[in-house]
Nanobody
Framework: QVQLVESGGTLVQAGGSLRLSCAASGRTVSSTAMGWFRQAPGKERAFVAAISRSGGTTYFADSLEGRFTISRDNAKNTVYLQMNSLKPDETADYYC???????????????????WGQGTQVTVSS
């Protein structure tokens, strides 16, 4: 079983940037798509971005493309989420997860994913 550890979450001012990392251990994740989700207090976990096995294909939630970038380094077994121009309503716990071999329409739903990290907290102050 793979273990996922997110890091990089912190307090940032509105308009600022953060880079989150998701380090995997236990097995390689290079053969699976990966995703990022976020969950604000009192809200459901929401899709943020996903990346294919090779990193050549990426998907984003509406309104995030252009501000957020997802990337991966398979040699390091790590996936990244670069977030720019952050807004206060993007305050949430951010989670990474392992998916399956091929991205499908279900990639935007939490139920498609297999393994989850514990999350990293991002707070955006106004």
């Amino acid at each position: 079983q793979v273990q996922l550890v997110e890091s990089g979450g912190t307090l940032v001012q509105a308009g600022g940037s953060l880079r989150l990392s998701c380090a995997a251990s236990g097995r390689t994740v290079s053969s699976t798509a990966m995703g990022w989700f976020r969950q604000a207090p009192g809200k459901e976990r929401a899709f943020v971005a996903a990346i294919s096995r090779s990193g050549g294909t990426t998907y984003f939630a509406d309104s995030l493309e252009g501000r957020f970038t997802i990337s991966r380094d398979n040699a390091k077994n790590t996936v990244y989420l670069q977030m720019n121009s952050l807004k206060p309503d993007e305050t949430a716990d951010y989670y990474c997860a392992t998916g399956w071999e091929h991205i499908t329409r279900a990639t935007v739903t939490p139920g498609w994913y297999r393994d989850w990290g514990q999350g990293t907290q991002v707070t955006v102050s106004s």
